[in-house]
């Protein structure tokens, strides 16, 4: 393993020089003399169009995309640029629908919203459930799939990338949202150059591999060489089929993943709400864009990596323990890079790390500080309190990370495909449970309590359903298909469909049995149709967007 040139780490400090005297110089120039909670936490109106859509996407991108989306492209190809393009489309639909209840009714976080909306029992359940999720699941796993990454290309100790990814991200997120936005937009920068520097290489070594030169020979050798890996839309048949099922992608749960990641998740809408309307509507868009170029640089490399592979490169590098491994494909890219490039692809990861577990990190002092210490532990704490607490919260979640996150080494594939499954066992009562909030007035807190504990079960329900029934039967609909053992399985982002949709009719009768047919709920929102007017220059770009996703599906269906 090639580790790091002297220039690469002048290369990489160079980089946290900018971030950090960026941030420092930002937070000054921005400070207030008595900051007060909303403007620590969210940068009340303090932040751009375009410092909102580069701070989305940088607490979005983590090692988890490079690292795992190549491997995905290695193994199933461009379909998984699905999650990515068709979050652009979502990023709309937040765009327009979600964000101007949200901004109408001064919603700052997500529990403030389900107990203004519901009551402060479902306030507090998912409070303290988003809580444990996003220090012991996102946070630890973010870091620990972090420090693997940077081990890989560097050579330092798994424990001091550790520390160091904790004390830059430390460094970053006590300076409050204005800060987390503002530096997002550098480490962005940081993140798409270095990420475009390594897809160069990679398109350059497959025209090299086959005698040729030049990037856009490297991609047309590419499609000619694997075929099946430029397909969007897999049929039934494909050994990929239960992570991406066929048309169930397009029309089906996948818009569930997107819709609660984007429209119901504290570290996400965080960046949005403390702007007005139109400024934050722009942000999405501009994230929007943002995620069109996502697979150029986290999917392509997996592709190119496949086609070496595949033609006698890489035979050793990408095994382990004699078995070949997707996940090792980014890194053995980022160690054929040239002394300096390999310093900014560093820098690029790191900044995807960092700004990742700042974000994270800034929603958690946020819900714990304004959903659960002012209301339980001191009602009556003073502004500047508050931004203290959120301050110790943001060392204390950060340090947890630290001391759990090496657990996670013990089945690092295994356990991070757990994670994800595991969230995505609430995804859809979650997002059954906001939907109806924001546009049925009627939905009541015992529908709301049935679909964040009722999806949950139902959702394990589904998962475990093969063991006792035989669903062959569902095959011929493509809502089953035979797993590596043979027995039919329903794919995950199916199960999430079905779980949404019985959430959804079960809310519905639930409150129709509360309220009657013709009950009202006073809890219910305000909802005009003037809310979702938009700009004609957001109506431009969003259609430019959709033109974008039709035209890619056309052409790689």
């Not at 040139?5 to 008595?34: C, E, R, S, T």
């Not at 204390?396 to 295994?414: E, H, N, R, T, Y």
């Amino acid at each position: 393993m090639q580790v790091l040139h002297n220039i690469d780490y002048a290369v990489f400090f160079f980089y946290f020089l900018v971030v950090a005297f960026y941030g420092l110089w930002i937070y000054y120039k921005k400070k207030k003399l008595q900051t007060d909670s909303k403007d620590y936490f969210l940068a009340e109106g303090s932040l751009t169009w375009w410092a909102i859509g580069a701070s989305l996407i940088a607490s979005n991108i983590s090692a988890e995309q490079f690292i795992g989306m190549s491997g995905s492209g290695f193994q199933m190809g461009l379909a998984i640029a699905a999650y990515e393009w068709l979050a652009a489309a979502t990023l709309i639909v937040v765009a327009v629908f979600f964000l101007p209840v949200y901004i109408k009714n001064k919603i700052y976080t997500m529990p403030q919203f389900l107990n203004q909306r519901y009551n402060s029992t479902v306030s507090m359940i998912m409070a303290v459930f988003w809580l444990l999720l996003y220090v012991l699941v996102n946070l630890t796993s973010i870091l620990y799939l972090g420090a693997l990454a940077i081990n890989g290309i560097s050579g330092l100790n798994l424990t001091a990338c550790m520390i160091i990814l904790a004390i830059f991200a430390i460094i970053i997120t006590l300076g409050g949202m204005k800060v987390i936005g503002y530096t997002d937009v550098i480490q962005v920068f940081f993140l798409i150059l270095g990420g475009l520097a390594t897809t160069y290489l990679a398109l350059n070594l497959v025209s090299e591999h086959f005698g040729s030169s030049g990037v856009l020979n490297g991609f047309n050798i590419m499609k000619d060489q694997a075929d099946s890996h430029f397909h969007l839309i897999f049929d039934k048949t494909h050994p990929n089929y239960l992570d991406l099922p066929g048309l169930s992608i397009l029309v089906g749960g996948m818009w569930i993943v997107n819709l609660n990641y984007w429209g119901c998740n504290q570290y996400i809408t965080q960046r949005a709400l403390g702007a007005d309307l139109k400024t934050a509507r722009n942000g999405l868009l501009f994230a929007g864009f943002l995620k069109l170029l996502m697979p150029l640089i986290v999917v392509i490399p997996g592709i190119a990596a496949f086609v070496l592979y595949q033609n006698g490169a890489f035979q050793t590098e990408m095994l382990v323990d004699g078995e070949i491994n997707p996940d090792k494909a980014y890194p053995v890219l980022l160690n054929l890079l040239p002394v300096g490039l390999k310093g900014l692809a560093f820098a690029a990861l790191t900044a995807a790390i960092v700004a990742s577990l700042a974000g994270k990190t800034n929603s958690i002092a946020t819900i714990f500080t304004l959903d659960i210490y002012k209301k339980v532990f001191n009602k009556n704490a003073s502004e500047k309190h508050m931004v203290n607490v959120g301050k110790i919260v943001i060392i204390i979640s950060i340090f947890l990370a630290v001391i759990i996150a090496p657990f996670m080494g013990i089945d690092k594939k295994g356990g991070f495909q757990y994670i994800q499954e595991y969230t995505g066992f609430v995804s859809p009562g979650i997002f059954a449970m906001f939907l109806l909030g924001f546009f049925w007035k009627k939905t009541t807190s015992n529908a709301a309590l049935f679909a964040t504990i009722g999806g949950f079960i139902l959702s394990i329900i589904f998962k475990v359903l093969p063991n006792f029934v035989d669903l062959e039967f569902l095959y011929q609909f493509g809502f089953a298909v035979p797993n590596a053992e043979g027995v039919y399985e329903i794919p995950f982002i199916d199960r999430m469909g079905f779980v949404f949709i019985i959430c959804v009719i079960m809310m519905i009768i639930i409150t129709k049995l509360e309220l009657g047919w013709k009950g009202t709920n006073p809890k219910g929102l305000e909802v005009e149709p003037k809310m979702f007017r938009t700009s004609p220059g957001f109506a431009v770009g969003a259609l430019i967007i959709i033109g974008i996703l039709v035209a890619l599906y056309t052409v790689y269906w």
